[in-house]
């Protein structure tokens, strides 16, 4: 296990439903991340965090909604989503920006 | 009309051979690479990582090279194993004028070893 973890590991949800995914580090890491994998595609990058402060927010819409109560844990709520939202989202931690980045198993969202 | 997906590069080699997987990146002043493998169900794990003051690192069983003046990174796995079957992605890190540095992903190539 790489020390970052993903709750749930699977969602299904309806356009108009409201509801959040939540990732934990437990490295002591003071960046955080959250990426977009979708079938066949690289990496998306959506938010950075480092020492809890916003840092990058990579033209995301709106109806994904990032927060960082502290440097351990990071959270994506979601609302409003459209069906080609559905993809696996990664959480990932380093120590700084620019460091290796470990990632979290992923939490798979299917958009109905 | 019909989009066209992105295919994956695929490699296939058989239990015990030596594996090569090669990546280009694309800026010239990225200062840092990573190698990472993604099996399937779960998030992409660290394997080896490279400045670009290096040409060459060495892990357990694997290698990367870093040719900067064609910008080529190359993940040499020796006597490949079952277990090795993933999908694996370089990545590169520059700072592009922030104060912080950012990963680019490339899309991966599949790695399927066969016993």
């Known amino acids: 296990e790489t020390g970052v973890t993903q709750t749930p590991r699977h969602l299904v949800m309806g356009m108009t439903n409201k509801k959040s995914l939540k990732c934990e580090q437990h490295l002591g890491h003071n960046a955080m991340y959250w990426y977009k994998q979708s079938a066949k595609k690289p990496l998306e990058l959506m938010f950075v965090?480092?020492?809890?402060?916003?840092?990058e927010n990579n033209s995301v819409p709106s109806r994904f909604s990032p927060e960082c109560p502290n440097s351990s844990h990071l959270f994506l709520h979601l609302h409003t989503l459209q069906p080609e939202d559905s993809a696996l989202y990664l959480c990932?931690?380093?120590?700084?920006?620019?460091?290796?980045?470990?990632f979290g198993p992923g939490t798979r969202l299917t958009v109905l | 009309g019909e989009s066209v997906g992105l295919h994956l590069p695929t490699l296939s080699v058989q239990e015990g051979d030596n594996s090569i997987i090669n990546c280009a990146y694309s800026?010239?002043?990225?200062?840092?690479f990573i190698w990472y493998k993604q099996e399937s169900g779960k998030g992409p794990q660290f394997i080896i990582d490279i400045r670009s003051n290096m040409d060459k690192r060495q892990g357990q069983r694997v290698t990367v090279l870093l040719n900067k003046t064609v910008k080529h990174l190359s993940l040499q796995i020796a006597a490949t194993q079952p277990g090795d079957s993933a999908v694996y992605f370089c990545?590169?890190?520059?700072?592009?004028?922030?104060?912080?540095?950012?990963?680019?992903f490339g899309q991966g190539t599949i790695l399927t070893v066969h016993p």
């Open positions: 990932a931690s380093s120590q700084d920006p620019g460091l290796v980045q470990f």
């Open positions: 965090y480092s020492l809890e402060e916003r840092v």
């Open positions: 800026n010239s002043a990225s200062d840092y």
């Open positions: 990545a590169e890190n520059w700072a592009g004028g922030t104060s912080y540095g950012k990963l680019t």
